[in-house]
């Protein structure tokens, strides 16, 4: 029983080291807007001494992550790959773990979701990741999308964010996506499929998004942007403001108190344990010892009564005539001893 105490107590030790572990990077999140022809900064930073090796990734919407340049710690010039060396640059800090990312003469092509990553030994750890929204002073995308205000929301509640995209046709494929600024979360891209009718006499499409948001917490609070990629552009909506109430923020912290000092509880107590265990223990093996060389000593003295009760000796005195003692005179009287064996019934 003791020892799967123990496993449990060492598995909530473990889970709660693990939710208290500190994120090894930092970087920008959310959603960063620049303007064609300009210059801008992604930030990235790391405090951790395992690390090894620092990266930069680039994720075109529906792309697969590409790598930007990658350097090893204790270096100062980072290797940029040759579709990035014109205008991506890297801004290394050894000693105060700076690796930002600097792109110049932004172009449309350039919107897209930039993460930086460490290896640390056999592990490689991602920042949340930041959406770069490239924007043009001319667009050759006609298109408005609409999100509603939405009341705030309690914790535990449930909600679908709504959004409404008025669009015209565009010889490239036309995608919907989701994003999230100023959440506790990654700003993770959602794809979404929306339901669209399209408007002949118009000629415009009119697509109508969803994005669930189920039980609540304070964690799904923050700006969400619905967005429309057309035509190499990518159009943002006016965002829906998510605000969580009833929760507080210091929960996790409080949850994490409150399971150490249980923990710890537990460890006293276990520890309370085996010491009471180890003594009991002791003491029986102390008795144990005692009644083994008293039954030695017992088995002995029993024996020797035994063997007393048992054996008879007994003295035969053997009387000669008068005669034959004149013929023998010179022989001494002899006692005989006959020792009768009885054996108890």
Not at 43 to 58: E, L, P, R, T
Not at 249 to 263: E, Q
Request: overall charge neutral; glycine content about 8%; aromatic content about 8%.
């Amino acid at each position: 029983m003791v020892p799967h105490i123990f496993l449990l107590l060492l598995g909530g030790m473990c889970k709660v080291a693990a939710d208290m572990k500190i994120p090894g990077i930092n970087q920008d999140s959310g959603v960063k807007t620049a303007r064609i022809g300009g210059d801008v900064t992604l930030h990235c930073s790391f405090k951790n001494d395992a690390v090894n090796f620092i990266s930069w990734y680039q994720q075109s919407l529906g792309g697969k992550p590409v790598i930007i340049a990658t350097r090893m710690k204790l270096n100062t010039q980072a290797t940029i790959s040759p579709a990035y060396k014109e205008r991506f640059q890297v801004d290394v800090g050894v000693e105060d773990g700076i690796n930002h990312l600097m792109i110049k003469d932004i172009r449309l092509s350039d919107s897209a979701t930039y993460y930086c990553g460490i290896l640390e030994f056999n592990a490689i750890e991602f920042g949340k990741g930041v959406f770069l929204h490239v924007k043009s002073s001319s667009s050759n995308t006609q298109a408005v999308v609409h999100q509603p205000a939405l009341e705030p929301l309690q914790v535990g509640d449930s909600v679908n964010l709504s959004c409404t995209v008025y669009a015209e046709q565009c010889a490239e494929q036309q995608s919907f996506y989701w994003f999230r600024h100023g959440a506790a979360q990654p700003s993770i891209m959602y794809h979404s499929a929306g339901q669209c009718k399209f408007d002949s006499e118009s000629q415009v499409r009119n697509c109508t998004l969803n994005l669930p948001i189920k039980a609540a917490s304070s964690s799904d609070a923050g700006m969400y942007y619905c967005a429309l990629a057309s035509c190499g552009e990518v159009v943002f909506g006016n965002g829906t403001q998510v605000e969580v109430r009833g929760g507080s923020a210091k929960v996790p912290s409080l949850l994490v108190s409150c399971l150490s000092v249980v923990l710890a509880g537990s460890i006293i107590v276990l520890l309370t344990l085996a010491v009471i265990i180890y003594k009991l223990n002791k003491k029986s093996c102390s008795l144990c010892k005692g009644t083994d060389r008293h039954l030695t000593v017992s088995a002995a003295s029993d024996t020797t009564g035994q063997d007393v009760d048992i054996l008879h000796y007994a003295a035969l005195s053997l009387n000669r005539t008068s005669e034959r003692h004149r013929q023998e005179e010179s022989t001494e009287a002899h006692c005989v001893y006959s020792r009768v064996k009885s054996r108890k019934v």
